[in-house]
């Protein structure tokens, strides 16, 4: 089959690898109809995750048609049309029966490499380095789903693959940071990034109730979609002092909560004060570039939340933590447990109160995966989305 | 074979003893010799008598960080091993820089050669304390943190983990009371079989491709809670171990607490070697008790592309890339048979 796998920093390439096949009873194998480019293909694209090795398949946002299942899974038939979650999860561990998908105790069959780094283990994720798995992802004709019993949703109503296919990830992503954040009448949410994410970030903290959300940026064409597809006040952190700016909107309070949707390679307008950071990053002095959460934790209103779904890798220079003590912060973060948005966010979408499908900018074959990348990693074209047709 | 508990007790006694005196010696000389380095580049140089340009006082500074971050791995680290090893190939270093420096701009050739004899004696300390520090740990890596309280127990290799399983302690503990299922979980196991009322005949791997097997016998036994076995008389590698089943607090299950003790083939050199492999002990006891969940919570051992295996250690160490197989997926124990 045509696969996109990683072949070092800044490459990926489109080449002919083995058809997938069961490995365990509870697989099942999933012809791709759609499959997705997310932000955090970027770090690893960027070389900041540990543990790639050339010739691994990316990919995490998929869905298809099942075409062969193990003899464990009951609950999938060859037909069926499903989207995949991209944390893989087997359902009966005590972190899964919590709700607590992303960090299963069983789906990493690397757990060990990952508990030198973090103490524990999380759950195994497609496409997304050794150290969470080894498991080949969905950037792909074919892709094996473990634990298969557990994780797909089968979608019987006609909606389109775009309608859908964000349920892998982002949509549910999005709105975990929005829910982590608790929202109650009256409150101001304000979401670091316009990107893909964050876009789910703003249309669920309206869906959860929020009375205002504030985005911010630097890229117009994102903030446009942000004003216009979701409703939200902008700020564009490259001509306006962000600090400045929040005090004012919210009548010198601060938000109330505050959610990172920009994650371990954050961009600061400085030049000088992005290449501390650059450089930093670049001699593994820290792994993460922290401007974003920074920032975040200094406009927050004390007492206030912040919710963190960007992702991070490893360690961060100057984080102030200080402030966030004594502001007495809620921090709530976590890869998104996907499987508990799954039903809910699926009837969501049935019942029209959202159409993901908005983001999606950019459509391309599978084999164009490596122009997608580029595209979407330096937002030329006004892209937000890239959506790979296998 | 050797009495392997003779073995473990022989070598330099336990951690933080007078033996440790000479690698924070070695450190704290690292870090006499980084700082000036770093610091005064020129003056060093001149002072064994190198020529002072700019590229002298590069490499000079180079040395000197590297001194710096020896020094204070040497004496921040618990086990500075690896540090002072380091310490030894820097000192190559040195004496290559000091040879290029003869042939091209010692302006005191003299003084070079002084300080090239200096380095040599540093060389061979370092080599000294590094091999003895490796030998030490090479024997006390897995006990120092995980002795056993018995005392009596085989092999001067002991291993321990703990880990929780969603399951009651009933059913828990009779999957683990057949000892014939410990092949799916236990890596190094090929086959247990039963062959009487507390005995059974294990055969397993040993590092580098070797076959070992024993004859075991149950040496405690109690319902729900505990189970114990040691090797008899005439086994390949003298091994016990224990199992342990707690009440997990709430609804989460059965706790398991696992010990082993087993005499390492080879002695405190198998071990070392089989460490570069990955094969830490209770690295190894982790894992096998992680595919033991899998197994209990999932019902087999966690596949992936990258691990086709299983969690073997080598396979860890050195991953396949993450996409499909050529062939069939190797079926080891624990996969889909
Ligand atoms: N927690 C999860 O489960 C989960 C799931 C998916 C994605 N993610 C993470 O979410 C993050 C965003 O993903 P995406 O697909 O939207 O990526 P993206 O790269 O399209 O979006 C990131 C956006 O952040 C903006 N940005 C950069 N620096 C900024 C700053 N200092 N202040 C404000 N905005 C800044 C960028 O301009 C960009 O528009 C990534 O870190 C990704 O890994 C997390
Ligand atoms: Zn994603
Ligand atoms: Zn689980």
Known sequence: ?390 | MADPVQASSSPSGPPGRPGDNVSRALGLFSAALGVPQVVAPGRVARLIGLKDDGRTRFWMRAVGVRELAAATGILTRRRPTGWVWSRVAGDTMDLALLRAGLGRKAVRPTRTVIATGAVLGVTAADAAESVRLTRREAVQTPSASTASQDGKAAGPMHARAAITVRRPRKEVYAFWHDFENMPQFMAHVESVQITGIRRSHWVATAPAGRRVEWDAEMTADEEAKLIAWRSLEGADVENSGTVRFLKAPGDQGTEIQLELHYAMPGGALGAAVAKLFGEEPSQQVRDDLRRFKQVMETGEVVLSDGSPEGTLAIRLARQRPAHPLESEPIGTKGGPS
């Open chain 1, 1 to 390: 089959m045509r696969a996109n796998v990683w072949s070092g920093r800044n490459t990926v390439q489109v080449e002919n690898v083995p058809d997938p096949k069961i490995m365990n009873s509870r697989d099942a194998i999933v012809r791709i109809t759609s499959t997705a480019i997310c932000g955090s293909d970027l770090h690893l694209y960027d070389g900041y995750i540990p543990t790639m090795k050339r010739g691994d398949i990316l990919g995490h946002e998929f869905m298809g048609e099942v075409v062969e299942v193990g003899k464990g899974v009951g609950s999938l038939t060859v037909g069926d049309r499903v989207v995949v979650p991209f944390p893989i999860a087997c359902g009966s561990c005590n972190q899964c029966r919590r709700g607590l998908f992303s960090v299963c105790e069983n789906s990493n069959p690397n757990a060990r490499i990952a508990e030198k780094l973090m103490g524990h283990s999380t759950a195994g994720i497609f496409g997304y380095s050794h150290m969470l798995g080894g498991y080949a992802g969905g950037q792909a004709e074919y892709a094996r789903v473990p634990f298969a019993d557990v994780g797909p949703i089968k979608i019987e109503s006609g909606l389109a693959d775009e309608q859908v296919l964000f349920l892998s990830d982002i949509f549910p992503t999005g709105y975990m940071g929005a829910e982590m954040c608790d929202i109650k009448p009256g409150d101001v949410v304000a979401v670091w990034g316009a990107g893909p994410v964050a876009q789910f970030a703003i249309a669920s903290a309206y869906l959860l109730g929020a009375e205002r959300v504030i985005a911010i940026d630097r890229f117009e064409y994102r903030l446009q979609m942000a004003r216009e597809k979701g409703g939200a006040e902008t700020i564009n952190y490259a001509e306006t002092n962000v600090l400045e700016a929040l005090r004012e909107m919210t009548g010198g309070r601060g938000p109330d909560a505050c959610i990172d949707a920009v994650g371990m390679e954050a961009h600061h307008h400085n030049p000088g004060l992005h290449a501390y950071d650059r450089v930093k990053q670049a001699t593994r002095l820290e792994t993460d570039r922290g401007h974003a959460l920074r920032q975040a934790v200094i406009a927050c209103r004390p007492g206030g939340t912040l919710s963190i779904i960007g992702v991070y890798g490893g360690l961060m220079d100057k984080f102030p933590i200080g402030a966030l003590m004594n502001k007495g912060l809620t921090v709530r973060t976590g890869q998104c447990h996907v499987h508990r948005y799954l039903r809910p966010l699926l009837q969501r979408i049935e019942q029209g109160e959202i159409d993901p499908s908005f983001v999606v900018t950019h459509r391309l074959s599978l084999d164009d995966a490596p122009t997608g990348y580029e595209t979407f990693k330096h937002k030329r074209d006004d892209c937000v989305k890239v959506v790979l047709k296998p």
